[in-house]
């Protein structure tokens, strides 16, 4: 199945950010998870791609309370979408200077 890495980068070196609990802040999404958190946000979820942090985060938290929650063990539900918002809002949280990459 197809997928998608996203990382959240330094704007100044574009490296991989490493969180303060020491994992780099990257995640993958599901191709089918994408084309639900395209719904859920309105919009193409690539269009994040170059945008920082703090300027996602309405954007994401607003497609997270449109999605339910982690129910199943399917990788392009719902909730494993929801589950991966929830993982780069805390990014973006963290690092809202960062850069979204999507790959």
């Known amino acids: ?3 998608y890495e996203i990382t ?8 991989v950010i490493v ?3 020491g994992d780099i802040m990257e995640t993958r999404l599901e191709y089918g998870s994408i084309r639900l958190v395209d719904l859920a946000l309105g919009l193409a979820f690539t269009w994040f791609c170059g945008m920082q942090g703090r300027d996602s985060l ?3 938290r607003d497609a997270a309370a449109e999605l339910d929650d ?3 063990s399917c990788t392009c539900g719902p909730g494993s979408a929801k589950l991966t918002l929830k993982h780069m809002i805390a990014f973006a949280e963290e690092r809202p200077d960062g850069v979204w990459e999507i790959w």
Request: charge should be negative; proline fraction near 10%; glycine fraction near 0%.
């Open 1 to 3: 199945m197809e997928s």
């Open 8 to 15: 959240l980068c330094d704007p100044d070196t574009s490296e």
């Open 19 to 21: 969180a303060e609990s």
């Open 58 to 60: 309405p954007f994401f």
């Open 70 to 72: 982690y129910s199943s």
